[in-house]
């Protein structure tokens, strides 16, 4: 697409069952704002993109009018546990449940997703990682898609367990993360892992052979070992400021070192709970743009109303905006859902502009796990979309060009 706004992608006139225009007030790439905004979709891909002056002739193509509405790249989360009443650390015993996980995640603009697991029995964590792998391959999932695992733990310090069961938080074992690694047949896309510990920096290496992203969390790392890891190419931070020393102005450690160095990327959770406004700001000014991913850290609560619900070996409580551990009251996972974060994350954060925003939970999230095919409204990726109201709430979600979630006329397919 030129600077005017012309179509990126000559379209032909021709009738396509497959194919469909959506209309919007502006569209959001995210690195840039084209007003009065046409997308043309075919078999479930962008053909083309540009002002809606470059569409004229294309009748016979289906067209969907959002007036007052705007369209962004799909919403990728990177970091969560659940949503819609379902825990993935019981998807061995209730499959079904990430249908549930996936249609929530669509009424709330995500078209992509990470399953992340977390500390458990060898067996157990090795049985989940291949039901979750084998889930990535399947497309017939009403909402949202899983596109990888994050596996959190179980190679952490279990001082930073947060809301982890010490009992399942081992040290780096060599052998069982081959395993796991082969378990996930591929999927596997990130790993949490606490530097400080002993073969650290093999894990990083046998991690970076299999292309998957080492990402420090649930660590006590002071500055030399967090320097090593990165060094060694240790490339992320897991939920940034949570389970990790706090900023000092004499002890630097794992938190500093990586609002400092822009190499690593840090995953933000806007909840006002775990981190305050005030931190995310700060952090949002220190590191480069896109070295900001933001996550929902959810947990199976997200996305419904106050109550107790099953989380890994414990229940969780969600009053108040927080998840807390029935047990103890630690703070597990969030009811966050994307879209929320995303208009908190606006709020937040004045260093970003509303492109940058958008592009913290799109671009930047996609980019942060080798998708390459979506996070961009541009021709040749998939056509996962997400249109919005002026206020930020979802109106539409659009995964491979199949509407999957409508906020006034319920889900289906795009009309042919």
């Known amino acids: 697409m030129n600077a005017a706004g012309a179509v990126s992608e000559p379209a032909s006139s021709g ?28 078999h479930g891909r962008i053909a083309a993109v540009g002002g809606a002056s470059a569409f004229e002739g294309l009748d016979d193509v289906p067209r969907l009018e959002r007036s007052g509405c705007r369209v962004i790249p799909g919403l990728v989360d990177t970091h969560i546990h659940g949503a819609g009443g379902f825990d993935l650390m019981r998807i061995l015993e209730h499959a079904e449940g990430l249908a549930d996980m996936s249609r929530t995640l669509a009424r709330h603009g995500v078209t992509a997703f990470l399953p992340t697991l977390i500390s458990s029995k060898p067996e157990l964590v ?38 982890q069961n010490a009992e399942f938080i081992r040290a780096v074992d060599l052998g069982e993360a081959r395993e796991l690694i082969a378990a996930a047949a591929g999927k596997l896309r990130i790993m949490t892992f606490a530097p400080e510990l002993e073969r650290a920096d093999e894990l990083i290496e046998l ?27 240790a490339s992320r931070c897991t ?37 305050n406004p005030r931190m995310i700001d700060l952090a949002c000014r220190a590191k480069p743009r896109n070295r900001v991913v933001g996550i929902s850290d959810g947990s199976p609560g997200a996305g419904l109303g106050d109550g107790l619900y099953e989380f890994g070996t414990d229940q969780v409580r969600i009053e108040n905006g927080a998840s807390r551990r029935v047990s103890d009251g630690r703070i597990a996972g969030s009811c966050l859902t994307l879209d929320t974060a995303m208009r908190n994350f606006s709020s937040y954060c004045a260093a970003f502009t509303e492109l940058e925003a958008v592009a913290c939970y799109s671009l930047n999230a996609a980019r942060s796990i080798f998708l390459d095919d979506r996070g961009f409204l541009l021709p040749g990726r998939r056509a996962d979309m997400t249109v919005i109201d002026q206020d930020g709430n979802v109106v539409m979600t659009i995964v491979s060009g199949r509407v999957v979630y409508e906020r006034d006329a319920g889900s289906g397919i795009v009309p042919s």
């Open 207 to 233: 991690l970076l052979q299999h292309r998957i992203i080492p990402s420090m969390g649930h660590s006590i790392a002071n500055e030399e070992a967090t320097m090593r890891a990165i060094d060694a190419g």
């Open 239 to 275: 939920h940034f400021f949570n389970g990790m020393p706090q900023l000092s102005q004499r002890d630097v450690a794992l938190s500093a070192v990586a609002l400092n160095d822009d190499r690593v990327t840090i995953e933000l959770i806007a909840d006002g709970v775990h981190v």
């Open 126 to 163: 090795m049985a989940m990682v291949a039901a979750v792998a084998a889930a990535c391959h399947d497309e017939t999932l009403p909402g949202a898609l899983p596109v990888g695992i994050h596996l959190e733990g179980p190679f952490i310090n279990p001082q930073m367990r947060g809301a």
């Open 15 to 42: 009738a396509d069952e497959d194919a469909f225009m959506l209309h919007v007030d502006s569209c959001l790439t995210p690195v840039e704002i084209i007003n009065d905004a046409c997308i043309l979709c075919r």
